[in-house]
Nanobody, 115 residues
């Protein structure tokens, strides 16, 4: 069974950077489209960035120009480079993909932006 495993979260000061990774593990698989979401307590999970099967990307307005989603050449990993981080970026970040027709979510990784 394929799982999505995230890494790279942590604590950083405002203006800092972090890079998140999400890898499909469990068996050899290529994943055409992968996305990053985030969620804070009491709020719905929101789409942050998506890398589509046609290699186009889309971002939430709040992160445009600061975050970049990219993929590895094996099409099994997605990255989220986060620059100029703000306190309002604090959240649990999840990756998501449809793998063999199944909607799969990662376990989440905490990102905290504070002084």
């Amino acid at each position: 069974q394929v799982q999505l495993v995230e890494s790279g979260g942590g604590s950083v000061q405002p203006g800092g950077s972090l890079r998140l990774s999400c890898t499909a593990s469990g068996r050899s698989v290529t994943v055409p489209s992968m996305a990053w979401y985030r969620q804070t307590p009491g709020k719905e999970r929101e789409l942050v960035a998506i890398f589509k099967a046609d290699r186009s990307t889309d971002y939430a307005e709040s992160v445009k120009g600061r975050f970049t989603i990219s993929r590895d050449r094996a099409w099994s990993t997605a990255y989220l480079q986060m620059n100029s981080l703000k306190p309002e970026d604090t959240a649990v970040y999840y990756c998501r993909a449809v793998i063999f027709g199944r909607d799969v979510w990662g376990q989440g990784t905490q990102v905290t932006v504070s002084e």
